[in-house]
């Protein structure tokens, strides 16, 4: 059997060390244990639909649900028969945006907003603690694990040279703040594709989103410009100097485009989004999230390397993910407009189009990312 879970979240800045992430839990109306809300696929709904509507009922909250599920979990569950069958849960990531004042089952379920450490240690299913735990920076496995096919003299010669690097490494100044700087520019980055999903949300509001995103995009500038003045002046750089200025490229784009499909929105005056277009800031969302938690990992490669390759698989697949949402919107949008209102075919065109180019940008980070791995892990 299969259910589908979601997994609301927000970025917190009061929450602590585990990269200011909270989740929301709420209770079970049979035995009042914490859990995530969740439930059967309804007919006719695809899997995220379901997942989202769960939140909306169980939890009262609503925002952008990346439609790639972020992994699966199992338990058992008694049934009326007295059968004991197992459930496979998939949980999709939602970074909520909207928490209702009433919503369907408040009376029969309390909900709560826990740290992500706390979060994990309320959960009964095993399964699904170690997916929460997954979701935390500080929980990350950062211990890179050596090839069976190495040899031990291989191994305790890569050790010997290691720690020589390091020893030399100590000698030598240590200039440039770059790791902060690339953390304060995924950060910007976070925060303009949250912008970038309320904007996609539709309401009254849009103005104030699009605002938003174009201050975000000045402010990621700055630390662009920052990360290259540095670069020119700093002797000795954590990682060459191509690959610096190559990795704060690729993330400045990210937010370049989101500024760009921010403008087209205004200049074409658009209040309403189709679902596809939505489907796909939910996924700008997702990567946003598993960028500024692969950032700061790249303060020590050697350990996290495992860790940022499966960061980046994940972005890579939501962006494969993307293509086909981006590919079934065109096609909604060909049928229903494509005769009958010409024009606004070709400006939802150019929407899908801004927003392919935001979750290609992020798998070029990812790219970026998997190269320094490559490089120095």
Known sequence: MRQIAALPYRIDAAAGADGAICVMLVTSRGTGRWIIPKGNIGMGSTLPEAAAQEAEEEGGVRGALCPVPLGT???????GSGASLMIDVD???????????????QGERERRWFPLAEAATRIDEPDLRELLRSFAPSQFRVAVQQSGARSAANRASNQ?????FAWFQRLLPKTGNFFEMFEAHAATVLAGAEATARLLAGGPSAKEHIREIIEREHDADTITRDVLKTVRKTFLTPFDRGAITALIGALDNTIDEMQAFANAVDLYDVDMFEPEMRDMAAIIVDAARVTAEAIPLLRDVARNGDRLHELTERVIRIEGHADEIHAAGLKRSLQKHGTSD???FVVERELYKHLERIVDAFEDVADEVDGIVIDHA
Do not use: D, I, S
């Not at 979990?73 to 049934?79: C, F, H, N, P, V």
């Not at 010997?160 to 020589?164: F, L, V, Y």
């Open 342 to 344: 010409t024009l606004r």
């Open 91 to 105: 949980v999709f990531p939602l970074a909520v945006t909207q928490e209702l004042p009433t919503w369907k089952e």
């Open 73 to 79: 979990y199992r338990y058992r569950k008694r049934r």
């Open 160 to 164: 010997k040279w290691g720690t020589m």
